[in-house]
Every structure is written in C-alpha cells, then in structure tokens.
C-alpha cells in the first residue's frame, strides 16, 4: 500500500513526551495504524536542546504527585535516562516515524478523514494528536534585538564560552538552572522583571538561592530591560531603571509561545490569548483532533503529565468504537538507570 492509500487509526504530531505517550499507549490498547510525525532529526527535541546534561527529571511536578495512569512506567531519573528509556520505548514498540518532517497544515475532508499535510508527504489518518509541545518556538523579548549581536543573544546554552560575563534573563525553572550551571564557569547575572522568584520548582529556589547567597550569581530582579545595543561587539543591556551594563552573551529563557498559525490552520477554536479550546478529554474544538503535552499547558510542563494525557486520549478514541483493536501486551523492559 502506498503512503497515499493508508488510512492511519492515529496521526500524531510532535516527538516529545505526549507524542510518544500517545503512541505507546495506543499500541497496548490496541491501536494498530499508528504514524508519528516530528520536525527534528530526532525524539524528544526540546529536552535535548533546552535540557541541561545530568539535569534532574521527576515524575511528580510542582509539589503535586503524580501517578502513571498508563502502561509506562516513567520514574525519577535524569535527562540522560529519560532519553534512553524513550529511545527503548520507540525501538521496542517499533513505531512508525518519519523525522525532519515538519507539518504545515491539517484539514478535515467531507468523509471525515484527515489530511496531514508535512515537509515528506501527505498522509491520511482518522484521528490526530497535536503534542508539538512550545518550545519550539522560544518567546522573544517585545524589544528589538540588533542584528549586529544576534550571535551574542541566546535561548539556550549551546552557544557558551567559559569565562564570559553572561546575563540570563528569566524567572522560571530553565532560568534558574541555566543560571547555576553557567555560574560554575563563568560570571553570571540572573535578570527577572519581577521581585520575586516564585515559579521554580523547589529544588530549584534551593540552589538559586544558595547562589545569590554566596555570590556565584548575581540577582538583578524587579527590573525590566528596555533595550540592547552594540557596545563593541558586546551587548550592553539598558534597564527600566535607568541602570545599563555590559555583557558579553544575554541569554533569554522565558518560556516559549503557542504556535498559533499552525492551529489556525488546522481550524482550532482559540481563546483570547492564543491558547487552544479544549475539552476535558483534551479534544479541541474540531472534532477528532487532540492536543497533549505542553500545549495544553497554560505555563510550565510535565513529562509524567504529558505522558498521562496519551493514556486519557487513546481511552476517549477507543471509547468511541470506531477502531478495529488488536490488544497488545507491551510489558516493557524499558526501564530507567
């Protein structure tokens, strides 16, 4: 059967965790035509990019416990570990992927079918999960950032040199950390608009809290920026309070933003902020298409939750009857070190 006669049970877009939750548990309960479709060259890209190495990766998020409602046993572990039991999970449940294939545009045909239409191909499938998770798109400061230093502005670490003066400009988990990793090389000041640090989880207000206590990195909080200029082929930073310094990279980790022209195109009701409608079961507003992961989260995110919300779709899709089912036991031996 060519690519253009299959008629997938299961489209899913995006390779991170609620794409891959989505796609296992859908094996074990039966799902059999299952694609997963992904814009990078490999799973899981916003923890390989955005994660520091050896960072910490919990099950339970933000205080809260959470337990696996599926067939996956995620557990506590590193970024390391979480990398390598997902690469078990893909390679043992044999998925069918495609990587560096990028959607642009889904619609739904007057048989109820849907079209997915990506960078290597068409594909037909009678249910989507949209899991693109937001980080591939980092949110950008309102100002203009000049051309002549984008080199020395960043969203992530990849770009760093020992012993550079660095400015991290943020006030959540990734701020925090990128602040006290980079501070074991270099000087570093961690800039947040407002007074207060209240969004890292726990682990993180300890460490960053050491930090500013022994002078490893400095607080520069309760502040904006209001612009950047070239000083030499640094950054300098002019404040909104009058205040300027120079640094030699400004690196910016303040979350990433909903990819609203691709749920646009996909016809998703959205609500005045951008965010996708959805319902309890975590369908949009069109009929047969989900969301689950980071998506569907207003801030933040959770890998055991992501994972969680593959486990809730699979059970509304198969809750449906419309699916021939060939239950499967997928007892795994994927396990985290």
């Known amino acids: 059967m060519s690519q253009e006669e299959t008629i997938y049970d299961l489209i899913i877009i995006g390779g991170g965790p609620g794409g891959i939750g989505t796609a296992i548990e859908a094996r074990a309960l039966g799902i059999e035509k299952i694609l997963l479709l992904e814009k990078s060259d490999n799973h899981s890209d916003t923890i390989r990019k955005?994660?520091?190495?050896?960072?910490?990766?919990?099950?339970?998020?933000?205080?809260?416990?959470?337990?696996?409602?599926g067939s996956i046993p995620f557990m506590d572990g590193t970024k390391e570990s979480t990398l390598d039991f997902f690469d078990c999970l893909i390679d043992q449940h044999v998925i069918d992927s495609h990587f560096n294939c990028e959607v642009d545009k889904i619609t739904k045909e007057e048989d109820g079918i849907f079209t997915v239409r990506a960078g290597c191909?068409?594909?037909?499938?009678r249910y989507i999960v949209?899991?693109?998770?937001?980080?591939?798109?980092?949110?950008?400061?309102?100002?203009?950032?000049?051309?002549?230093i984008r080199k020395k502005v960043n969203f992530n670490l990849d770009q760093c040199d020992k012993g550079e003066k660095i400015l991290v400009v943020g006030g959540g988990d990734t701020a925090t950390e990128y602040a006290v990793e980079l501070a074991e090389s270099n000087d570093v000041t961690l800039n947040y608009r407002r007074e207060e640090l209240t969004r890292p989880n726990?682990?993180?207000?300890?460490?960053?809290?050491?930090?500013?206590e022994s002078g490893k990195v400095r607080p520069k909080l309760g502040v904006d920026i209001e612009g950047l200029e070239?000083?030499?082929?640094?950054?300098?930073?002019?404040f909104k309070d009058g205040s300027e310094e120079v640094y030699d990279r400004v690196i910016y980790a303040i979350g990433g933003t909903t990819p609203v022209d691709f749920l646009k195109n996909a016809n998703?009701?959205?609500?005045?902020?951008?965010?996708?409608v959805f319902k309890e079961n975590l369908e949009t507003s069109v009929e047969g298409i989900y969301i689950a992961?980071?998506?569907?989260?207003?801030?933040?995110g959770s890998i055991a939750i992501a994972l969680n919300h593959g486990y809730r779709i699979?059970?509304?899709?198969?809750?449906?009857?419309?699916?021939?089912?060939?239950?499967?036991?997928?007892?795994?031996?994927?396990?985290?070190?």
């Open 50 to 69: 955005f994660y520091k190495d050896n960072k910490r990766v919990d099950k339970d998020w933000q205080g809260q416990i959470v337990e696996m409602e």
């Open 121 to 125: 191909g068409e594909f037909r499938g």
């Open 130 to 148: 949209i899991a693109i998770g937001r980080m591939g798109k980092p949110n950008k400061p309102s100002y203009k950032i000049p051309p002549s």
């Open 202 to 212: 726990p682990t993180n207000q300890k460490l960053i809290k050491e930090a500013f």
């Open 230 to 238: 070239n000083e030499h082929g640094k950054v300098k930073v002019h």
């Open 268 to 276: 998703l009701q959205l609500d005045a902020t951008g965010e996708p």
């Open 293 to 300: 992961g980071d998506i569907a989260f207003k801030s933040g």
């Open 314 to 337: 699979v059970q509304d899709i198969i809750s449906q009857g419309k699916l021939k089912l060939n239950k499967q036991d997928i007892s795994t031996v994927c396990q985290k070190k």
